[in-house]
């Protein structure tokens, strides 16, 4: 009863909270199908066709395909710009940080999103002589045109982060080798391990895993403690994580880490147990 009663005092704000969430999600997975955002947003398939009608008319571009619908991104890096990051700050801690870590001449994997993409900067402005394989469209572009050496992995491609995913991708990971496998997550959880809101990433990141000598997870604070849909790795397989100081602290706590470095805004923790 009290949630018609607050609906009838003020249905355009449930509306609008409604559209939002249909847009959270659309990023967050990059393709959905109706009958899921119906499913994750809690309303009719019918509603949510309304919805995503008035959403394209207010002049957000989205892009349908055989039930699905996504979000379309107008530039390749305008997602990645600063302005459009969140926790900007401590995303750039954490990837000056990698990039202090990485020894040079070492050859760096890099999965697709707004931490990674910052790496990948942090890695040109420092000029340090290493080559990187990636997933990533914008962070191969980006490398590519500040004559940095990038072998970029064929696929699929996945939105919001312009991954390349599935077989095809899976199968050219295992025709390279990497030093490091740097890997963007959207959970780091002390049971659950890493993960990720999408089915495909995950697969990506185990196939990363596979290819290369040491596994890093870099994330910032807000990604500690979360579970995300689907899980990327298990810690066993990850050697390192690299994080802000507030998420360092969040770490202390826990029994799997070791601190290996601390800087001034970012620190690398080592993982206790290893990969056999």
Known sequence: MRALESKEQDPQKSIASRRQRILAALEQSGTASIVELASRVGCSVATVRRDLARIGA????????????????????ARFLAPHIE???EKQAVARMVAAFVPELSIVGLNGGTTTTLIARALAQERKPVRVVTNALNIAYELANLAIEVVIVGGRV?????????????????????????LGVEGLHPEFGVSTAREEEAAIADTFCQTADQVVVACDASKINKKALFRMLEWSKIDYVVTDLEGARMLETWPHFAPRLAGD??????????RS
């Open 87 to 89: 926790r900007l700050a």
């Open 158 to 182: 996945q939105l919001p982060h312009f991954e390349s995913t599935g077989k095809i991708a899976q199968e050219m990971f295992h025709h390279v080798h990497m030093d490091f496998a740097i």
């Open 58 to 77: 207010s002049g957000i571009p989205l892009r349908r395909y055989h039930g699905s619908v996504s979000l379309v991104h107008a530039d390749l890096g």
């Open 265 to 274: 805004d970012a620190a690398v923790w080592q993982v206790r147990h290893h």
